[in-house]
Structures are given as C-alpha cells and as structure tokens.
C-alpha cells in the first residue's frame, strides 16, 4: 500500500473519485494505485506530484519528506 499517497489524498480532501477524475482515470485505477495493486505509470506521478506539490520519491513511500524538490533552472 502506498500509504503517502492515500494520506495526501486524504489531507487535500478529496475523494478517489475526485483524484482520478483530475487524472483522467477510472476510481478503480486510481484505489488499485494506493493499494500498490498496479504500478503507476511515470507521467501520472508527474501529475500527482504536482497536485499534492511533492515529490515522487514521497509518492511512493521512499522518503518521509513531504517538501518537494527545488526544480532545476
């Protein structure tokens, strides 16, 4: 389970509904992302790291740190 995903998810208030609507995918893509049910494809990390402003890396439960990185210029 990819519990920062849900945890994000949860602290913007939004639904799964709400976050695959934004995303342009089924609810049931979206549960089976936070479940760890199906790998989530590298351009929708993109899109859910910019919707919760964070990073991939936090996304997927690999750093505890919520901050995203500074982008390069």
Not at 1 to 9: I, V
Not at 11 to 26: C, F, G, M, P, T
Not at 42 to 52: M, R, S, T, Y
Request: hydrophobic letters at 35%; proline letters at 4%.
């Amino acid at each position: 389970m990819l519990e920062h995903l849900r945890n994000l998810r949860e602290d913007s208030d939004l639904s799964q509904k709400e976050v695959a609507e934004k995303l342009q995918i089924h609810q049931t893509t979206y549960s089976d992302y936070e479940l760890g049910r199906l790998n989530i494809p590298i351009p929708v990390l993109k899109q859910l790291a910019e919707l919760f402003n964070t990073s991939i890396d936090y996304i997927v439960d690999l750093t505890d740190e919520v901050t995203p990185y500074e982008k390069k210029k």
